[in-house]
């Protein structure tokens, strides 16, 4: 979240050239980070190139063959460790399919939407690391496994075989049973739904702007529901966004008139951190005029105002829906063992009981932490 050093940004009392110059500093370390964060995230994606081209083995001519279905955190780093640990041999091939051919650096998406870093810098290529590292990968969606042939089926009927398969099939979006999410919100759940969140903003301000003045206006209300890191730092993105980048465009709009609301669930938000840190963020958010409206639940979206558990309606045409992921839903169609809400059953070894040569890892796996619980999904 791009909080200020040493306090709000909305400060007063230096003169305007000391004002700039502290925003100059903010923005150099701001930008700094970003660079040194896309830096780490190349030189994990590359890789020193294996075989040449044209010496190697096609994946299935290899005698063991070791299948990763994702191309995520967790797929990638199986598939590049799997190949480091067997550099010297010749006798295992290495698959991973994926549906997107991108690795998307999680932590910096949000930063799309205040146009803080380029898409680019996000998302990096698959191929050519994982070729060049000395897997081969392909671009699909998965679409069942024959766990007796031991065969993957991806689209098209495409079969890919394997001797030992790794399912890193990741998480995806939960909606909790709300009415109206899935249609009213957009939801934060990739690089796509980023850019919409930014163009939608961009959009409202354009509507405004021959609108009939009525305050508050929904159209410039914006309501992130979900308090933990990815809701926080999206509703500072859309603060960002809207003072930094659309004000100078939209005069005649009192930015002041712009509402930004983030609920959450819970008693406070980022629950995940130092109670001293979600103080300073809670303060932070002040700060900026965001409303933080916590230990309520969103009962119902609608297309122009949320409910609230508490009886509170907000009237709102704009809602970010960022409170919580689930494992795959495709692994509900695969005949795994499953818990009730953390993904596939797997030892302290990841392997997936009574699936012979069947792992998995990443958010679609419920990880034994040694006290009855599953580990919880982190990057």
Known sequence: MRFAAGGSRFEAGGSETGGSLNQLARTSLVVGGMFAAVSILRRALKARTRYPPWEKSPYGEFPHK???????????????TLCDLTEDRDDVGVLVISRENYFAFWPMVPGIIGSEVNIGNVAQPLRRPLIEAGAS????????VDFERKIVIADGGKEFPY????LALGSQLNFFGVPGVEEHS????????????HNRVIERFEQATLGSGELPDPRLTFVVIGGGATGVE?????????????????PNIDVNKVRIFVIEAGQDILGE???????????ELAARGIKVITGVRATEVMADRVKLDDGREIRIENVVWTAGIRPNAKLEDLDLPLTERDGMVVDRHLRVPDRPGVWAIG??????????RSAPPTA
């Not at 990968?137 to 679409?143: A, C, M, Q, W």
């Not at 957009?186 to 969140?197: E, F, T, V």
């Not at 958010?363 to 009855?372: L, N």
């Open 66 to 80: 070791v299948l990763i279905v994702g191309g995520g955190f967790a797929g990638y780093m199986a598939a590049k």
């Open 137 to 144: 990968f392909r671009r699909t969606e998965l679409k069942g």
């Open 163 to 166: 001797d030992h398969l790794i």
């Open 186 to 197: 957009l939801a934060l759940g990739g690089l796509a739904d980023a850019l919409r969140i």
């Open 234 to 250: 999206t509703a500072a993105e859309i603060h960002a966004l809207v003072n930094e980048a659309l004000t100078p465009d939209f």
């Open 273 to 283: 951190l130092d109670p001293a840190l979600r103080r300073a963020a809670s303060m």
């Open 363 to 372: 958010d679609s796996a419920a990880i034994p932490q040694g006290d009855e």
